[in-house]
């Protein structure tokens, strides 16, 4: 049974300045520029074994596609840039789909020119170009993804079309690739790092990696997000550049393949356990304290199979530093405010849980956002779940993944535990027969489950890599069997702005602001109407009037920002969006957008 989710919080803090794209390299594009032009420098940089695998280069401009045939005619290899062997030299890489353990191909060996390297070193660029060789490249010709990676179907794949597209912030920045006029892939490593430029593409095999050994490349498609590709249970992905608040090491467990399931070990402390939880209990706020849990996404209202309580913690220290560390672990740069939902705290006392529900939020009639995320919609996409409590097995409480297998070989079936359940006096008298708890406690025992233990945490999706609902991420939080508090925490990441931020996709048949509108019929429609109707508006607070000393910016009651004096936040909204400036929790001032491309509000 799929349960509509509770609201997400108000939007939590400030949108901060972006932060720079993750480089795991040092990089420097002057650097760069110098250190592939000189053959002699490069001599330097890489292991000796690199230059067995040295070809002359050939620019392709201009290519006929036999989508259905994996054989290429390529004609007009006009500019024909043969360089010095030694000043390109790319390790031979293994082409995934994002989030797909097995390589699509064979090994594939790049050449890219001296014009691409000198010219297409910006990170948009790189995508632009790297697409652009991996689709002229020979060598990616069989593969296992039960197709071949042929120009059309590896274009198709890195451009899923308008209609699958989800927007980006960086949508407009993309550099359509080269001869084919389509989007390009962006390309991770394994752990989910970015790769920015060709130089750090050259960096990549580790200097003790045996020679020649070929680097794993994950193709993310445009406006899609990285996920990871585990092969087994027990692998394990070692986030070296994701820092720790401790500076100890942060890796994944894979815990299930289906769903897809981690232990993310590491990725927080006791300290920051204690104070989620003591912020929770010293939350006052009406719409943030600790409360009976809601379901659905249109307002508040108690659900008899969600019987825990929950608190919103979005803007305190710990709540962003989790939030960004959360975002660094999923490979997702820089952080945007408007992908995260608010971190939710958890409590559950004896008998309480959620029932099996998935965290992708079904779509509402009544709201104007387009969920559907196997399209442009937004919707979660990657949950964290935080534990701050310790639970053994006996005492429930565990999150458990339905369709996911036990780790532990002796698990009995659902029948068994059921049985189990109703031999044990103690469980009879705490739940009815027949109920759906204990069904659930059945479900617990038998199927993947996670005892909570302080400091521990699980990353699960809700998505395929391609956008599309994951119906095996169902889950909940089991009954607890003990007198004892169970505390948790979990945070949401979505695949693209989430409901209540102005930038958020809406229904292909509403505008902005609800009103349903003429279906356009262009090449990129959603681009262009977003384009057409987006108004860039700044809000300031000068500092001239102490009423408004203490002045939070709202997004009509999301909470947006501070906005002291000094300070001041530029957003992209829509004719007619509502916002406001409280102090005190009053709303002081309010602000409608007009219909003029820029604005200003000032204080
Ligand atoms: O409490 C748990 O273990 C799971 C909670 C959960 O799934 C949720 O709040 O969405
Ligand atoms: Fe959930």
Request: proline share 7%; net charge neutral; charged share 20%.
């Amino acid at each position: 049974m799929t349960k509509k989710r509770a609201p997400p919080p108000p939007p939590p803090p400030p949108p901060q300045s972006s932060t720079p794209l993750i480089s795991p390299f040092s990089s420097s594009s002057t650097l760069s520029i110098a250190v592939f032009l000189c053959g002699i420098c490069f001599a330097l940089l890489i292991p000796p074994s690199f230059f067995s695998k040295i070809l002359s280069l050939t620019f392709i401009s201009n290519t006929n596609i036999n989508t259905n045939d994996s054989t290429r005619t390529v004609s007009n290899v006009a500019s024909s840039l043969t360089l010095n062997s030694a000043s390109l030299i790319l390790p031979q890489i293994l082409l995934h789909r994002n989030g797909e353990p097995e390589p699509c191909g064979s090994l594939v060996t790049l050449t890219p020119t001296s014009r691409i390297i000198s010219q297409k070193n910006t990170l948009y660029e790189f995508d632009s170009s790297l697409t652009s060789l991996l689709l002229n490249s020979e060598s990616s010709v069989k593969n296992n993804c039960n197709a071949i990676i042929d120009l059309g179907h590896y274009t198709n794949f890195c451009d899923m079309g308008p209609l699958k597209t989800p927007l980006q912030h960086d949508h407009e920045k993309l550099v359509r690739v080269e001869g084919y006029g389509t989007l390009p892939c962006s390309y991770f490593t394994r752990e989910g790092v970015r790769v920015e430029n060709f130089e750090g593409l050259m960096k990549l095999p580790p200097i003790s990696s045996p020679p020649n050994s070929p680097v794993h490349l994950y193709a993310v498609p445009a406006g899609r997000l990285f996920m990871f590709a585990p092969s087994f249970v027990g692998e394990e992905f070692h986030l070296t550049h994701v820092k720790h608040p401790e500076g100890k090491k942060i890796y994944l467990e894979t815990l299930s393949l289906s769903p897809k399931v981690f232990d993310i070990h590491g990725f927080f402390v006791e300290s920051e356990a204690d104070d989620i939880v003591d912020r929770a209990l010293n939350q006052k706020s009406e719409s943030h304290k600790l409360k009976r849990s809601s379901t659905g996404a249109n307002g508040y209202s108690v659900s008899s199979t969600r019987t825990s309580e929950n608190a919103f913690d979005t803007h305190s220290k710990s709540a962003k530093d989790l939030k960004q560390r959360c975002f660094d672990v999923l490979g997702i740069r820089p952080y945007r405010e408007n992908l995260a939902d608010g971190l939710q705290v958890l409590r559950y006392n004896i008998t309480t849980a959620y029932i099996p529900h998935l965290d992708w939020i079904d779509p509402s009639p009544s709201l104007d956002h387009d969920f559907l995320t196997g399209g442009t919609g937004s919707n979660r996409y990657a949950t964290i779940l935080l534990y701050m409590t310790d639970f053994e097995k006996v005492e429930g409480g565990e999150t458990v993944f339905v369709e996911g297998k036990s780790l532990d070989p002796e698990a009995p079936s659902q029948g068994e535990a059921l049985e189990d359940l109703r031999a044990d006096k103690r469980l009879t008298e705490l739940f009815k027969r027949d109920s759906w708890q204990e069904k659930m406690v059945s479900q617990c025992k038998s199927a993947l489950s996670v005892s909570p233990k302080r400091a521990k945490s699980v990353l699960f999706y809700s998505q395929h890599p391609d956008g599309r609902k994951d119906d095996a991420s169902m889950h909940g939080g089991c009954p607890v069997l003990v007198k004892k508090q169970k505390w948790a925490a979990n945070l949401w990441v979505w695949n693209a702005p989430r409901l209540g931020y102005p930038e958020a996709p809406v229904k292909a048949d509403r505008n902005a602001n609800g009103k349903k509108k003429q279906k356009k019929v262009a090449a990129d429609p959603r681009a262009a109407d977003q384009q057409d109707q987006q108004v860039h508006v700044t809000f300031k607070n000068r500092g001239n009037d102490a009423t408004f000393k203490n002045g939070v910016l709202f997004y009509e009651e999301s909470f947006w920002g501070n906005l002291h004096p000094g300070q001041q936040h530029s957003v992209n909204s829509f004719e007619g969006h509502i916002w406001n400036v409280k102090v005190n929790d009053k709303v002081v001032k309010t602000w409608i957008v007009g219909k003029d491309k820029v604005q200003v509000f000032v204080l």
